[in-house]
């Protein structure tokens, strides 16, 4: 059963495309990511899908509706948490717990509520009292509240501490458990691979690739090697030294080396045998396969290649 | 599946938590309910002794002048003032995005807020009315409380409806604050709820005349002021009023917005730029 089917979706603003022709689907139970960089589109498309938005053109279908003209009902149905959505900093997490609760149908029990994110300790602490990422997990409590069939999640771990984004992600793989649609979005590549049954990635309001994380990282061969650059070698002269032992491009990022390489056997030798020679200590030397933000990188990167050969 | 909760009972708790939330906001407490009880006894202790003319010719005490005037102008505080102020201050938290994503309907959600206003403004008005009756030697006429309370509907009505006008068409909450202050207390100067000034120059009698708060503070006075005969209904006053009431309603229906002020000038703004990319 499809849960979210959108095609062909637009959102212009004047002439900025925000949306430009999307089109993707999301079954039921599923975990999808929208994965991009600020600016890339995700936002607004969630925001269409929850009816926060008109669409500028394309059709869009949210458990059997529109969201645009759907009423209560629909809104009974999802949940919602949103990148930064205030809560009144006047009332304990109790109280707001139940005030939202109180307008759905069929709410979550405040104690399951509070249990399944965390904030037993703080079930009578005003909102206004709490730190950014439990005030976070107040939103997803009132995402959850009205026990949805789909919840949207923009941005739920942005700002967390890792620990808190740990919990976070074992709080929205169990929902996926039981059988909740997710749509995220996110720009943390991990959070994708580790949380979503299929990844969206989005450039420039559409969508440059699909599949689960798996699939896009098989697309990607090769294996990286990473290494801090050297004292000795000026950053200036790093793509010239590297690039010819590896016998590949190398990027480089702060003082951070990075190729990816088909053969890595012969090109680790080499790159080590340079260095014994040279004397140097190749810090933080790894080899590992690729990651989902090698096939991000490169599929942004090729996007913006060839949108500068595009231009005149 | 159970059913939604009722209308009545999801208006009844959005009232309560908005009257909560008031409660919590000590500053809003004071400056709506506290400062005009303070100003009473300072304008009495300052000008009690005076009396003034009313329209009619007749006699005012400055006593029954100041009680119902400010107890009209605390109305006046809890609804346009205490709206203007606290509905753009949870537009921008993303507070009105949040709940218009929930099954809530809107209307009960800006309901609650309306009607806790008219309740804190009753509170208020029958505080002001307490102290002038115990203090001031306020008259209490039993055949002019229709009147009174009539008087203080359409006001309280008229004024919420321009507060949710003035939060329409002001979006970003620290500008709707000011402007509500600063639309409300030069008004109250010319409305003769601070002074009652007799040879007052003709432009701010004028001023005074077209905007409602005037009328408001001098039906609400009528109420109180033994000179007017019972049942003491001003109703050209009251229609004047309510003709600003219907106005506010209007404009608030037509630019309401629930959007933060700071995301949603997102495609404005880009739009805005855009424009000036090519104009450039």
């Keep these: 059963m499809t849960v979210v089917a959108v095609t062909d979706l637009h959102k212009h603003y004047g002439p900025v495309r925000a949306v430009d022709g999307l089109t993707f689907a999301i079954g039921a139970g599923e975990v999808y990511a929208l994965l991009g960089s600020n600016g890339a589109g995700k936002s607004t498309a969630v925001e269409i899908l929850e009816g926060h938005r008109t669409a500028t053109s394309g059709t869009v279908e949210v458990l059997g509706v529109d969201p645009a003209h759907a009423g209560r009902d629909f809104r009974d149905r999802i949940g919602i948490v949103l990148q930064s959505s205030g809560v009144e900093s006047e009332f304990t997490v109790r109280e707001v717990i139940e005030l939202y609760g109180g307008c759905y149908r069929n709410p979550r029990p405040l104690d399951q509520v509070v249990a399944l994110v965390g904030l037993e300790e703080k079930v009578d602490a005003r909102v206004g009292s709490l730190s950014g990422g439990q005030r976070r997990r107040v939103d997803l409590a009132l995402g959850i509240v009205g026990r949805p069939e789909l919840l949207f999640l923009d941005e739920p771990t942005t700002g967390f501490d890792p620990s808190a984004r740990r919990r976070s992600w074992d709080l929205i793989e169990s929902l996926g458990d039981d059988g909740t649609t997710v749509l995220l979005t996110t720009h943390y590549l991990d959070e994708a691979e580790h949380l979503a049954d299929r990844v969206g990635v989005l450039s420039r309001g559409q969508l440059i690739a699909e599949g689960s994380p798996g699939e896009l990282i098989n697309q990607v061969s090769g294996t990286m090697v990473s290494f801090m650059l050297p004292d000795s070698v000026h950053p200036d002269a790093a793509a010239a030294t590297f690039g010819e032992l590896l016998g590949v491009d190398i990027r480089l990022s702060g003082r951070l080396v990075e190729a990816n390489i088909e053969q890595p056997t012969a090109a680790v030798h080499r790159i080590t045998g340079w260095a014994i020679e040279s004397g140097v200590e190749l810090d933080s030397l790894s080899v590992s396969r690729v990651s989902l933000e090698e096939v991000y990188l490169s599929l942004t990167d090729s996007d913006v290649a060839n949108d500068g050969e595009a231009a005149p | ?280």
């Design chain 2, 1 to 280: 599946m159970n059913a939604f909760p009722s209308a009545v009972r999801q208006l009844a708790a959005q009232t309560r938590y908005q009257i909560v939330t008031f409660v919590r906001i000590p500053v809003a407490v004071f400056f709506t309910l506290g400062l005009p009880l303070v100003m009473l006894v300072l304008f009495n202790a300052l000008f009690g002794n005076n009396t003034f003319e009313t329209e009619d010719g007749g006699q005012m005490s400055a006593q029954q002048f100041y009680t119902g005037g400010l107890a009209a102008f605390t109305a006046v505080s809890a609804t346009f003032t205490n709206l203007a102020n606290m509905v753009p201050i949870r537009r921008d938290e993303g507070v009105l995005k949040r709940w218009r994503g929930t099954p809530l309907p809107m209307w009960i959600y800006l309901g609650g807020f309306i009607i806790s206003a008219v309740l804190i403004a009753l509170v208020g008005v029958v505080l002001m009315l307490t102290l002038g009756v115990v203090v001031y030697d306020l008259q209490i006429e039993a055949a002019k409380m229709p009147a009174a309370i009539v008087t203080f509907l359409i006001g309280v009505g008229s004024f919420a409806a321009l507060g949710m006008a003035l939060a329409a068409v002001v979006k970003s909450a620290s500008s709707a604050s000011a402007a509500a202050n600063a639309i409300i207390l030069p008004m109250a100067f010319v409305s003769n709820i601070f002074i009652q000034v007799d040879d007052a120059p003709t432009w701010i009698t004028t001023l005074g005349n077209i905007f409602p708060l005037k009328h408001f503070a001098e039906a609400f006075q009528d109420c109180f002021t033994p000179s007017v005969p019972a049942p003491a209904f001003n109703w050209p006053s009251l229609a004047f009023i309510a003709a600003w009431g219907v106005l506010g309603i209007v404009i608030a229906m037509r630019f309401f917005t629930f959007e933060p002020s700071g995301s949603a000038p997102r495609g404005r703004r880009s739009r805005r730029s855009a424009v000036a990319a090519t104009t450039d």
